[in-house]
């Protein structure tokens, strides 16, 4: 009988790289992570979706207007289907023994779950609410004024807040007395001197990455008229079109924030751009928005764009870091199938825990005395309501 040993089959492979993107404390273990549920459930299609309630107003009664039911939905798009392939020849193999695979699958599982984070991270241009953490002048009142934007926004009372933050921002706070000094942080802070590592302050629980996705700073506009959206776009319409009273050349960027005043009601909320919107005329048609459009918007109503970073046209880029509830953004790994054909052999690991799921696939070729060991998972991340983050600009 022919010698099988674990640590040269697929299993080893696939077991040992979930452990090692279980251990990752980056934004994928922090955010939703229930939808894995839903697709055993159905377990076919690209897209998983969930129903999310309408929203109401209260009215006077007993003569209050009924309220249409448009409920929306929730939905993660199964768009990143990654892997790492490596290959070593045999002269290679037989020099080094099964060490020149097996301790290169922590660093192939490194990569899969960065270029998850990358988009999970990407979803920073999904935020409309935006705070600049332009120094590090003041750094506790910074903070204090991120949790009141949030607690304006609804974000549930008490309830862990996480904070991706780039080095720069880290840099900024863990400098500040409010985070490393005894006095301003108690044993925390002499802690922090000790090992750089910042605990949870003004509700804020922050980690640190180096993979943000950089956005464009604010355009530079010169629009003059008002500015209207065109028609009554409904509730639950994820793009618009921006109209102006004179022909416009610039293009908005994606990231880009606008406020939009409901001439109905009169209420003024934020939404921003998931995409690169370019100039038609006098308008930006089908402007793809973030969140969906919260309420239908009567004839005229009007538009303005936001600054994200103080002063529009200012910053050419910046790194967008991330305050988040759980809640904010969802994302889902796919079990990929097993099967042994033409010499493929494949073992794909599941985390009944956290719903991750990676696979692992074992082929050779003859013809080139090469081995192949590939990793790959398939899923998706979304932004189910950006209204429960904050986009912090760091500059």
Known sequence: MANRLLNYNPEFYARTALMWLRNRKGMLPRVYRTFEDERREYGLGETIRIRKPATFVAQSAPSSTAQDIKPGTMEINLDIYEEVKIS?????????????????????????????????????????????????????????????????????????????????????????????????????????????????????????????????????????????????????????????????TETLHKGAVIAITDTTTGITERYTLTADAAASGNNWPNVAISPRLRRDLGASSTWNVVSTVGLVGSVPTYQADLAFHRNAFGAVTVSLPMYTDGGIQMYTASDPDTGLSVRARKFADGHSAERYVVLDMWGGAAALDPDLALRVCAR
């Open 88 to 248: 070593a020849k045999d002269i290679e193999t037989a020099k080094t023994g099964d060490r020149l695979i097996n301790e290169h699958i922590g660093p192939m599982a490194d990569a899969l779950a960065n270029s998850f984070e990358k988009r999970l991270l990407a979803l920073a241009a999904h935020v409309p609410h935006t705070y600049d953490f332009a120094n590090a002048t003041d750094v506790g009142k910074k903070y204090a004024a991120m949790q009141r934007i949030m607690t304006e926004n609804n974000v549930p009372a008490n309830s862990r807040i996480e904070f991706m933050m780039s080095p720069l921002t880290w840099e900024r706070s863990v400098g500040a007395n409010e985070f490393s000094t005894n006095q301003g942080a108690g044993d925390q802070g002499i802690s922090t001197q000790t090992t750089g590592g910042m605990g949870p302050k003004y509700g804020f629980y922050p980690f640190v990455t180096t993979i943000q996705t950089p956005l464009e700073g604010d355009a530079i506009l010169s629009i003059t008229g008002t500015k209207t959206v065109s028609g009554t776009p409904q509730k639950n319409a994820t793009t618009i079109s921006l109209n102006t009273s004179a022909a416009q």
